[in-house]
């Protein structure tokens, strides 16, 4: 199983977006 995370900053927040498959994933 192979899986990106891509690390975004949103105002004061920091949101991690996982990608696993072809099935995108928002992890807070």
Do not use: A, C, D
């Amino acid at each position: 199983m192979r899986y990106t995370g891509i690390l975004e900053k949103k105002g004061s927040r920091w949101l991690i977006v996982q990608f696993h498959g072809s099935l995108p994933k928002l992890v807070n």
